[in-house]
């Protein structure tokens, strides 16, 4: 089973820059998410999606960030303009939907963006 | 104060050792509990769930106490493979929806 796809795998931009990440997550999968994991930090989570529609935002900084998931399937995560704060890894998960109860998010490889 | 605590570390041990990890949390609602684990420069990986009544998978024990609001992970027998991240995970969604809260790590080195 191929698992949660994420490109690119490294950015490296100037801060006021803008950069975009996206996000394939397994098959069958409705429900997708987006963390930030800053370095010596567990991952945040900054936005969930079930199918197409926004389940929780309520940590994305909606000044800056911004997240789309067309179709319910693949999804993008964009930043403009970009600070240094937000040089982190940006984490995609998806999982089956689930009524409650314990469940298994698989995570992607990560995007790790450097803002200089 | 931090919804989900962990001890940084690190936690040096030889090959062989017992190692213990605790986690506090502070949201007395959260419905679920997990350890994940994530190698250096890796995405996080589910190592196991853990219950109320306490759970074991091979060399690693899981428990949870509610009332304290504390959750510990017990390795026995520590492989140099099992040098990583362990990553307290409390689940605090509600409404059918599932909205996991990380802790900030334990790092685990075990040395030959």
């Known amino acids: 089973e191929a698992g949660v796809a994420q490109s690119p795998r490294y950015k490296i931009i100037e801060k006021r820059q803008s950069v975009a990440f996206w996000c394939n997550p397994i098959?069958?999968?409705?429900?997708l998410y987006w963390y930030q994991q800053i370095l010596g930090q567990g991952p945040k989570l900054l936005i969930q999606f079930q199918n197409n529609g926004v389940v929780d935002d309520s940590q994305l900084p909606k000044d800056r960030f911004s997240a789309e998931r067309l179709k319910g399937v693949d999804s993008t995560l964009k930043i403009q303009p970009a600070k240094l704060e937000d040089s982190a890894v940006y984490l995609c998960a998806s999982s089956l939907v689930a009524s409650g109860g314990a469940y298994e998010q698989y995570f992607g490889p990560g995007t790790r963006l450097t803002v200089t | 104060r931090k919804e989900v605590e962990q001890d940084p570390g690190p936690f040096n041990v030889p090959e062989g050792a017992t190692v213990a990890f605790n986690c506090t949390y502070s949201n007395s609602a959260s419905q679920s509990f997990f350890w994940y684990r994530q190698d250096c420069r890796k995405e996080p990986k589910l190592l196991m769930s853990?219950?109320?009544s306490g759970n074991e998978d091979g060399r690693f024990t899981a428990q949870l106490n509610r009332a304290s609001q504390y959750i510990s992970l017990l390795i026995r027998d520590s492989k140099l493979s099992d040098s990583a991240t362990y990553l307290c995970v409390v689940n605090i969604g509600t409404g059918g929806y599932n909205k996991l809260i990380f802790g900030a790590g334990t790092r685990l080195a075990v040395h030959p």
């Open positions: 098959s069958g999968h409705a429900t």
């Open positions: 853990v219950y109320s």
